[in-house]
C-alpha cells in the first residue's frame, strides 16, 4: 500500500487493520523523503520514490499474489511498479492525470525560480483520525516538479498495463480533477468506482469503510 505526495505510511492504518483482518499480509512503505521534513522531500526524486516502493514489493516477492493499492502518487507508483513486479492486481485512490492547480504543471520550469510554496490549509477528512493528519506547512516545487514527472510516467505505462485494476475516484476530490479517474480507468482498460462525497486523501475520510470493502472484493476476487 503506498501513501501519497507529502504523506506517510500511517494513513493507512484503518485499511490495513480492515485487510489484516480478512488474512491479508500487508506492508505500507514509507517513500523517500516523505513523513519527515519538507527539506528532506526537496532532496528526493521520482526515481528515489519508486526506489522504495519497489524495496516493498521485492520484500513480498516470494507471496503467490502481490496486490499493489496506492492514494494519490502511491497508485501512479503502483501503475509503474505493476508490469516489473508482475503484480496480481492494481486500485488506484484518487490518482492524478490533472490537478485542480493549474500551477502544479508550472513546477518544472518554477522550480528554478522558486524553492517552495505554502500549502494549502485544510482540516483533516475525519477528526477521529486527526492524529494522522500531519500535512506539511510548505511544498518543495521540486518535489512537485518530480510528481509532475511520475504523471506522465504512469500515463505512458498505464496504455500498455494489462491487469485486473480498479481505479477509485472521488467526484468532490479537492485536489485530482475527478475527471482523471475515468481517463486512467479507460487506460488501464480497468473498472471505475465513483465515491459521490470524499475528500482527496479518501483513506482518511468517514467514506473509506467503501474503499476497504471494495479494495478487499477486488484483491480476493482474483486471489480466491
Given at each position: 500500500?503506498?501513501?501519497?505526495?507529502?504523506?506517510?505510511?500511517?494513513?493507512?492504518?484503518?485499511?490495513?487493520?480492515?485487510?489484516?483482518?480478512?488474512?491479508?499480509?500487508?506492508?505500507?512503505?514509507?517513500?523517500?523523503?516523505?513523513?519527515?521534513?519538507?527539506?528532506?522531500?526537496?532532496?528526493?526524486?521520482?526515481?528515489?520514490?519508486?526506489?522504495?516502493?519497489?524495496?516493498?514489493?521485492?520484500?513480498?516477492?516470494?507471496?503467490?499474489?502481490?496486490?499493489?493499492?496506492?492514494?494519490?502518487?502511491?497508485?501512479?507508483?503502483?501503475?509503474?511498479?505493476?508490469?516489473?513486479?508482475?503484480?496480481?492486481?492494481?486500485?488506484?485512490?484518487?490518482?492524478?492525470?490533472?490537478?485542480?492547480?493549474?500551477?502544479?504543471?508550472?513546477?518544472p520550469v518554477a522550480r528554478y525560480w522558486v524553492d517552495s510554496t505554502p500549502a494549502a490549509e485544510a482540516p483533516p477528512p475525519d477528526h477521529r483520525l486527526a492524529h494522522l493528519w500531519t500535512?506539511?506547512?510548505?511544498?518543495?516545487?521540486?518535489?512537485?516538479?518530480?510528481?509532475?514527472?511520475?504523471?506522465?510516467?504512469?500515463?505512458?505505462?498505464?496504455?500498455?498495463?494489462?491487469?485486473?485494476?480498479?481505479?477509485?475516484?472521488?467526484?468532490?476530490?479537492?485536489?485530482?480533477?475527478?475527471?482523471?479517474?475515468?481517463?486512467?480507468?479507460?487506460?488501464?482498460?480497468?473498472r471505475l468506482m465513483w465515491l459521490e462525497e470524499a475528500r482527496h486523501n479518501a483513506i482518511l475520510d468517514p467514506a473509506r469503510s467503501l474503499i476497504h470493502q471494495a479494495v478487499a472484493d477486488?484483491?480476493?476476487?482474483?486471489?480466491?
Amino acid at each position: 500500500m503506498l501513501h501519497g505526495f507529502t504523506g506517510h505510511p500511517g494513513h493507512w492504518g484503518p485499511m490495513a487493520d480492515f485487510l489484516s483482518e480478512l488474512g491479508h499480509t500487508v506492508i505500507a512503505p514509507r517513500l523517500a523523503g516523505h513523513g519527515t521534513s519538507p527539506a528532506d522531500l526537496a532532496t528526493t526524486t521520482a526515481d528515489d520514490w519508486l526506489a522504495s516502493a519497489r524495496q516493498a514489493t521485492d520484500a513480498v516477492a516470494d507471496h503467490r499474489h502481490v496486490h499493489l493499492v496506492g492514494l494519490s502518487l502511491g497508485g501512479l507508483l503502483g501503475i509503474l511498479l505493476a508490469a516489473p513486479t508482475a503484480a496480481s492486481s492494481l486500485t488506484t485512490i484518487n490518482s492524478p492525470v490533472f490537478t485542480r492547480d493549474y500551477k502544479v504543471a508550472l513546477a518544472p520550469v518554477a522550480r528554478y525560480w522558486v524553492d517552495s510554496t505554502p500549502a494549502a490549509e485544510a482540516p483533516p477528512p475525519d477528526h477521529r483520525l486527526a492524529h494522522l493528519w500531519t500535512p506539511y506547512a510548505i511544498i518543495p516545487t521540486g518535489a512537485v516538479a518530480e510528481l509532475v514527472r511520475v504523471v506522465r510516467w504512469s500515463y505512458a505505462a498505464a496504455g500498455r498495463l494489462r491487469r485486473p485494476s480498479l481505479v477509485i475516484q472521488s467526484r468532490t476530490d479537492e485536489t485530482v480533477r475527478p475527471g482523471s479517474g475515468p481517463i486512467l480507468a479507460r487506460r488501464l482498460g480497468g473498472r471505475l468506482m465513483w465515491l459521490e462525497e470524499a475528500r482527496h486523501n479518501a483513506i482518511l475520510d468517514p467514506a473509506r469503510s467503501l474503499i476497504h470493502q471494495a479494495v478487499a472484493d477486488h484483491v480476493e476476487g482474483i486471489s480466491g
